[in-house]
């Protein structure tokens, strides 16, 4: 079975329903488990997504916030993940959530990487909810195509949650190339992942990447391991 792809009119009906759909799911997990595990990732696409969030009325005690990827910068800097984040999720009432932060005083990213993926693992058996992105080279978390290390982070065995990746020279990169990200294992085991889609151009990378090869368009591995797990999120 395929993910679902679902079209609206405009983005503020997209991050509606994004925002429905994240907080009914989030729901669910704490009936279940009494506790709910929500990873996001970067970028501007799911800043509005956050917003909204931020005061939903949700056990937000309960839930767990982590990162999808982060680069090695420190956690003040604009281009951290975790800064946007903590200015955009976790105020309001998700002020109450947990956050496991993937930026640490390791001098590299390779040195975080076990304890980090002790960090993570726990929050990742499975992850309750992932919302991911894609850049315009149809990388997803920081798997870039031509990364050192994509290979290695997209086929990580069960147990390997968190991976190093070396984007230098990969143009979206720019100049933060070195990045921890969750492992293809991590992010295809996910209960429900929510990719948020705008733009005519970010959906024409996305329908080329399911013609593509995931070392050439990253994307396609998550899309692939998630099936119908997977709901895409379109706007223009």
Known sequence: MKHEFLSHATREEAVDFAARMAAGVLEAAIADSGRASFLVSGGSTPVPLFD???????????????????????????????????????????????????????PTASDAVADRG????????????????MGNDGHTASW???????????QAEEDRVVAAIDATGCPVAGSMPHRLTLTGSAIIDSDAAILLLFG??????FEAALKSDPAE????????????????????
Do not use: Q
């Not at 002790?118 to 992105?133: F, N, S």
């Open 144 to 154: 870039f195509p031509g990364s050192k290390g994509l290979r290695d982070a997209m």
């Open 200 to 205: 005519v151009e970010k959906r024409e990378v």
């Open 217 to 236: 368009k990253p994307i396609r591995f998550a899309v692939d391991g998630l099936g119908p797990r997977l709901t895409v999120i379109w706007a223009p």
């Open 52 to 106: 909204r969030l931020a005061n939903k009325e949700l056990a937000w005690g309960r839930v767990t916030v982590g990162l999808v990827d982060e680069r090695w910068v420190s956690p003040v800097d604009a281009g951290s993940n975790e800064r946007l984040v903590r200015h955009h999720l976790l105020t309001g009432r998700a002020g109450a959530a947990g956050f496991v932060p993937m930026k640490t005083d390791a």
């Open 118 to 133: 002790m960090a993570y693992k726990p929050h990742c058996d499975p992850i309750d909810l992932i919302v991911l992105g």
